[in-house]
């Protein structure tokens, strides 16, 4: 069972017979019944719970069906969502959210005036 599965890696459930630094490979069934093989290596271990597994030598195309995989399953549990992996995320300062730090200055210049003694209001 796969789990926090991307187009760079997943955590699948745990397996005894596999530690951190081994290769192998891993088959992911798409929708269409086909399997879609990916060579892996375990970069980490929790102990009893669950490995974290890199993708190596993934293709673009790769990428691309793992990214329809995760839409198409998303989509079956009524969260559509178009997954896009080669999109580059915005930047936070090129977002339209209001930074936490103008807000901040904001209020303390209202603050400022508030409680200054001259007639700036």
């Avoid at 839409?71 to 959210?97: C, H, K, W, Y």
Wanted: glycine content about 4%; overall charge negative; hydrophobic content about 40%.
């Amino acid at each position: 069972m796969l789990h926090q599965i991307s187009v760079g890696g997943c955590l699948a459930e745990w397996d005894e017979n596999v530690f951190t630094g081994d290769e192998f490979r891993l088959e992911i069934q798409m929708q269409n019944k086909n399997w879609l093989p990916l060579k892996c290596k375990a970069v980490y271990r929790f102990e009893n719970n669950g490995i974290g597994i890199k993708f190596l030598d993934i293709t673009r195309f790769e990428q691309e069906l793992l990214a329809r995989i995760i839409s198409d399953t998303l989509a079956s549990e009524g969260l559509p969502m178009q997954i896009d992996p080669f999109a580059q995320p915005n930047r936070f300062a090129e977002s339209a959210v209001p930074r936490l730090t103008d807000h901040r200055r904001e209020q303390e210049e209202l603050l400022e005036r508030i409680m200054s003694s001259d007639d700036r209001k």
